[in-house]
């Protein structure tokens, strides 16, 4: 009981949602959330590190870049209430504005990694 209501406390945090719907579009680095969120490198990590810790989403090292994935459903510490999440934050207008703010920020940038 205490994971699931450890799994629900880190969906009701707003920035952790943004992250999540902006995972859902594709794996990204700490600069490009912290670009298009424009939050501080400090508080989009430890957003990242509570939903990795309850197994939102993973990580890999590419040199000195940490890189984001959204676990899928089969490994989301919430299983299959993963569509249903995706599909509702779809259809708010804030991660609706991240993600055209994501995709023109990553057309910006000349490579998919990070500087």
Request: hydrophobic residues 40%.
């Amino acid at each position: 009981m205490k994971k699931l209501a450890k799994n629900f406390k880190a969906l009701s945090d707003e920035t952790r949602l943004r992250i999540i719907a902006l995972l859902s579009y594709s794996e990204l680095c700490v600069c490009d959330l912290m670009a298009v969120l424009q939050l501080p490198q400090s508080t989009v990590s430890r957003h990242l590190a509570y939903l990795k810790s309850v197994e939102m989403v993973d990580d890999r090292r590419e040199g000195v870049w940490m890189y984001y994935r959204l676990m899928n459903e089969s490994e989301f510490g919430l299983g299959k209430l993963l569509p249903a999440l995706l599909e509702q934050l779809s259809a708010v207008d804030k991660t609706q504005h991240d993600l055209i703010s994501l995709r023109s920020y990553l057309k910006q940038r000349e490579s998919n990694s990070c500087t």
